[in-house]
């Protein structure tokens, strides 16, 4: 999986790979699929919710560009499969999910593997308050605009990394770092074109 599908497209963050290598993908989806955990694309993981395609993981961590020891705030725990790879890089993990359900099962696969991340459930278009200021803030789901809640919550230069766009197609993955002069001076650099599921919530599609 890491030399074909990541190496290969050209993500050379050796944190981002080392992780991937190291991390089980087949134990955070469900067993109907864990023969396809190694494939190219996103699978289903319960509650008409995916984990992403490989890739386009490795490409989001690269562009989120920790230092060792950051503290990252990942929104949309799902399986737990994202916080596990930024807790392998090092990073002090918060982990929102809006769905109790997703939130229990990650908080017990992450324990079960020794990964140190922390889940928390609730509404994370608005952040994750508690835990601020983040070095880095991830969002797997995909919002009509980038939340200035969550640009509020990262420290002078942090990344936010985001799919934002329609609420099922023409999204692209944007970066917002945040700068001195605060919430509005901070510009999204749009990255690559991608399709997630919808960020719901406050600051997020309303169904
Ligand atoms: N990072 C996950 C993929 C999750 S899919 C993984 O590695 O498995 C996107 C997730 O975002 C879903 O679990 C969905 O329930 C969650 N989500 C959607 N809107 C949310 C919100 N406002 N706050 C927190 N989680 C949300």
Request: proline share 8%.
């Amino acid at each position: 999986m890491v030399d074909e599908q990541i190496a290969a497209r050209g993500i050379s963050d050796l944190r981002v790979l080392a992780a991937m290598a190291v991390v089980p993908r087949h134990l955070f989806v469900p067993a109907s699929v864990q023969a396809e955990a190694y494939g190219d694309g996103p699978l289903p993981i319960g509650a008409g919710q995916t984990i992403s395609q490989p890739y386009i993981v490795a490409f989001t961590l690269q562009a989120l560009d920790l230092r060792p020891g950051g503290s990252v705030l990942d929104v949309g725990t799902g399986s737990g499969y994202q916080a596990a790879l930024l807790a392998e890089m090092g990073a002090v993990v918060t982990s929102v999910e809006r769905r109790p359900s997703l939130a229990v099962g990650a908080r017990d696969r992450l324990a079960d593997l020794c990964y140190a991340a922390d889940v928390v459930e609730g509404d994370g278009s608005l952040g994750w308050p508690p835990g601020a200021p983040y070095d880095g803030i991830v969002v797997a789901a995909s919002g009509p605009v980038v939340p200035d809640e969550l640009v509020a919550q990262l420290g002078v230069g942090g990344r936010l990394v985001m799919p934002v766009g329609g609420r099922r197609h023409g999204q692209e993955l944007v970066r917002v770092t945040r700068s001195e002069e605060g919430v509005g001076g901070s510009v999204p650099e749009s990255l690559l074109p991608v399709s997630f599921v919808p960020l719901l919530g406050e600051a997020g599609w309303s169904r």
